[in-house]
């Protein structure tokens, strides 16, 4: 196989999905190592999972079990570390009947593991061990299952049978992710690019550690308080209980900043032709307790292989309430022989991938399918609120511990709309508990059911409302789900009660808490800042932070406010038609505002609060994403601005578009080009693919290649993230360390690199919207009258665009009836030939470059043709 890249290369596995084949020994590469905050580091990650929740593999061949139903659970690391990267959840040992020992496992020392495959929900790995062949693999099973299967193949290629012992290693060692404001762990020694900073920052954060308040002992501290009790280790099955030593003080109803009521683990071989195992624990014998540290099991197997064949051990790990483990292994050994559960979990990804596919683009078809999957496999079940959501990831969730912000879910959501609507609509509801009795959106979660409150940061953020009000209108749109509003959410009171207040409520809430003075208009009539926008760090370029905070004002709100409030104001109108007369008057007012904000070559950023502009002399993206959506813009600023995207943010920057340039040189958190100081933004690379699509549809595809990890690829071959996963960012290309991640003082983003969903859902979002769908309040419109030749798949419709030819297939998710709009090329003429199947089904008008059908659940249109007149 033909390497891609220096870490392995690109495969189809045997169920059609993508799958890296990682094949870099990264104790001998060079490349293998990249910086962190403590020193460079050669350990690189893979995100398996289902509905339920997921795990961390290593390129060293550990796996983590990340388990945060009632807040966020590492399972199976080291007690002496916080990060994955030592230890593992399960480890195979195979000795054969000379002797000879493999471990599935690479070390300093060892590093037998011939073959490493991250692949869509499963990690497999290989060793050829003389006579013998040894393949293990780990696999999330589809659905909502909180169970996870692992299972060791021994080869025997000989023609003679050969006896060996099989060892299954279990490290249940639960570590309690607490939030951590500044992150310390693991011997962080770099805070600051600047030397007396850092060194200031070192003191305090080795201050924090005295009183055991860093992140580290923080999280000690709560895994100490953790004992297990094994209630059975018969000869198939092994059943441990976790208990914190805190859990009679807290109702398992509330919040809580860790999980404190921890679920029984139970291990199972789940095979039929296998001898009882052996099993040791630390403290053999019946209901014994032993520390968290110690939570560890043997499995031990003396296992004749025949001649020419494979003996295969499979293991179910469950973790659930205990009168659910019984049944969850009956099912799971039923299905031995019979199930293909990889077969099955694939079809589970596949039937909800979205793809795009470009004549002489073949990796783009690969990559969409894979940033689905690594969407899907880190969704996880929300058990204060009952609901499924999607984590932004990256260090912000494993350092951090805490997910948001609400606005990242809205970005998640919307992608998620083509790939599943029912859980589109769940994450929705989600993020709608997310608003308080006012109309005040928190900025983040953390724990279980506890939401982030940080006095002087992110206490006040302006921007998520225009998001949350955006995501409403996308759903009901898309699926014309207008019952949506309709919906009961439960707002939680934090004692385990809570009330019920209907989606509008709460949407009107929200929109009359923005539109009040707590967020409102500033002096030149742009909407408030306050605390942050989308841009968390903005406040950093203005000279007078204070003062920016009390009065400053901000482009980037009233361009989302131009884009979203009209979007929203037909349902707002159904229900409140006073409020929607209100939102009409502050966008006339917001627009004029913003039309005075055009300097010649671009829009200001905003205001600082005291009367100065923001963004005169430095182009920022920010806000002009969203600008780019509005087709009202005057052609001849379009122009201009879009010259001076391309020459001063796109050019520069190899992998998408710079946030800013130049950066401010006065900042001394931010180095130039790193962060928002500069560096590039998957969010905002998404975002400014659907303005280009919307107005320099010439440049879109290329774009899109440009923020691709296809691309990344090529462009920084030797640092591993950014190739199969990556952060939210990476550092300008002529910033220092460029194309890594950054650091600042609270966030080591470098430290962990990966499986942030601004990344994966992002792209998926920049592909819809390249395939030209958009959906309005009357109707649902497809514009292919631009662009290459495509097909784009998923659940909500698929499009095939050829030169004479256009094929549309509605899918079945729409809930009411509405009017399908396609824009198709001039060339085709008035005179194009429409064809509807079924025949008798949808009543078709044609004008100009415009097709019209009618669609509806009674009678659904299956497929359009369109055809060159």
């Not at 049944?327 to 199930?339: D, H």
């Not at 494993?398 to 809205?410: E, N, P, Q, T, V």
């Not at 009107?508 to 009040?516: A, C, E, H, P, T």
């Not at 391309?646 to 040189?665: Q, T």
């Amino acid at each position: 196989m033909k390497q891609d890249h220096v870490f392995g290369t690109w495969a189809m596995d045997r169920n059609g999905l993508p799958s890296f084949v990682y094949d870099c020994n990264e104790f001998q590469e060079p490349a293998a190592q990249h910086f962190t905050t403590w020193g460079h580091d050669n350990t690189h990650y893979h995100l398996l999972g289902n509905s339920c929740w997921f795990g961390i593999a290593t390129n060293h061949g550990q796996l983590y079990l990340f388990d945060p139903r009632r807040g966020f659970t590492l399972v199976g690391g080291d007690p002496d570390a916080t990060l994955p990267a030592r230890s593992s959840l399960v480890t195979f040992t195979v000795e054969d009947q000379g002797g000879t020992k493999w471990e599935d496992i690479n070390t300093t020392s060892s590093q037998p593991l011939t073959r490493r495959v991250f692949g869509a929900g499963y990690f497999e790995k290989g060793i050829e061990a003389g006579p013998l062949r040894i393949a293990s693999k780990i696999l999330f099973p589809a659905g909502d299952d909180p169970a996870m299967v692992a299972e060791c193949s021994v080869e025997n290629t000989t023609n003679t049978p050969r006896r060996i012992h099989l060892d299954a290693a279990w490290n249940l060692f639960h570590l309690p992710l607490s939030k951590s404001l500044i992150v310390s762990w693991n011997g962080r020694n770099r805070y600051q690019t600047g030397g007396a900073l850092n060194w200031l920052l070192r003191f305090a954060v080795a201050m924090q550690r005295l009183a055991r308040a860093d992140t580290d002992e923080a999280r000690r501290k709560h895994s100490g308080k953790i004992t297990f009790t094994f209630l059975e280790a018969s000869g198939t099955r092994l059943v441990a209980i976790p208990r914190h030593v805190d859990a009679g003080k807290h109702d398992p109803r509330e919040p809580s900043d860790i999980n404190r009521h921890c679920k029984p683990v139970v291990i199972a071989c789940i095979d039929r032709h296998a001898a009882p195992a052996r099993i040791a624990t630390a403290h053999p014998g019946a209901q014994r307790q032993v520390p968290n540290a110690r939570a560890r099991a043997i499995m031990s197997y003396e296992v004749e292989v025949p001649a020419k064949a494979t003996v295969t051990k499979r293991f179910l790990l469950a973790c659930a309430n205990e009168g659910d483990l019984d049944p969850l292994i009956v099912k799971y050994a039923a299905g031995y022989l019979e199930r293909d559960m990889q077969a099955e979990a694939a079809a589970w990804f596949k039937t909800r991938a979205v793809t795009l596919d470009v004549p002489g683009m073949p990796w783009l078809e690969r990559e969409t399918t894979w940033h689905g999957t690594y969407v899907l496999s880190s969704m996880f079940a929300d058990e204060y609120h009952g609901l499924h959501r999607i984590p932004q990831g990256s260090a912000y969730l494993l350092g951090h511990a805490f997910d948001g912000s609400i606005r990242d879910f809205c970005l998640f959501s919307y992608p998620l709309v083509f790939m599943d609507p029912a859980l589109a609509r769940e994450f929705l509801k989600l993020i709608y508990t997310c608003i308080d009795d006012r109309g005040k959106i928190t900025y983040a979660l953390h724990g279980f059911g506890k939401k982030l409150v940080v006095p002087g940061i992110h206490n006040n953020p302006s921007d998520q409302y225009f998001f949350v009000t955006w995501a409403t209108a996308e759903y009901i749109y898309m699926t014309r789900d207008f019952q949506f509003l309709d919906e009961k959410i439960t707002i939680k009171d934090g004692e385990g009660g809570g009330k019920e207040l209907s989606v509008k409520d709460l949407l009107g809430r929200l929109l009359r808490y923005v539109m009040s003075p707590e967020i409102g208009l500033g002096e030149h009539g742009l909407v408030r800042v306050r605390d942050g926008d989308w841009n968390d760090g903005i406040s950093l370029m203005a000279r007078n932070r204070k003062a920016f905070i009390k009065d400053g004002e901000s482009t980037f709100n009233s361009a989302m406010l131009l884009f979203s409030f009209p979007m929203i104001s037909p349902l707002v109108q159904r229900f409140d038609p006073n409020l929607a007369g209100e939102m009409g008057s502050m966008v006339e007012r917001v627009r004029d505002a913003v039309d005075k904000t055009w300097n010649g070559k671009w829009y200001y950023r905003g205001y600082d609060g005291r009367g100065n502009p923001l963004g005169d002399e430095t182009l920022y993206l920010d806000h002009h994403v969203w600008l780019l959506q509005n087709r009202g813009l005057p052609a001849d600023k379009v122009e201009r601005l879009l010259d001076s995207i391309h020459a001063v943010l796109v050019d520069r920057s190899r992998c998408g578009a710079a946030i800013m340039y130049p950066p401010n040189p006065r900042s001394s958190i931010l180095p130039p080009g790193w962060d928002i100081n500069g560096g590039t933004w998957h969010a905002l690379n998404s975002l400014l693919a659907w303005g280009l699509r919307i107005l320099d549809p010439g440049n879109a595809l290329a774009f899109l290649l440009r923020m691709s990890m296809h691309n990344r690829s090529e462009q920084y071959p030797s640092i591993w993230y950014g190739i199969w996963s990556g952060p939210d960012a990476y550092n300008a290309d002529d910033a220092e360390r460029p194309g890594e991640a950054f650091y600042h003082a609270s966030t080591p983003m470098c430290d962990f690199p990966f499986m942030n969903n601004n990344l994966h859902a992002g792209f998926i979002a920049a592909a819809i919207r390249y395939a030209g769908i958009e959906a309005y309040h009357d109707r649902l419109c497809i514009d292919v009258s631009a662009g290459e030749p495509f097909t784009f798949k998923s659940r909500l419709a698929n499009i095939k665009k050829e030169a004479s030819r256009i094929e549309i297939e509605p899918g079945q998710a729409f809930k009411e009836a509405f009017v399908l709009e396609v824009i198709v090329p001039e060339g085709f003429g008035a005179r194009s030939q429409v064809d509807v199947e079924p025949s008798s089904q949808g009543a078709v008008a044609v004008a100009g470059s415009t097709v019209r059908v009618r669609w509806s659940p009674e009678r659904p249109v299956r497929r359009i043709t369109i055809s060159r007149g």
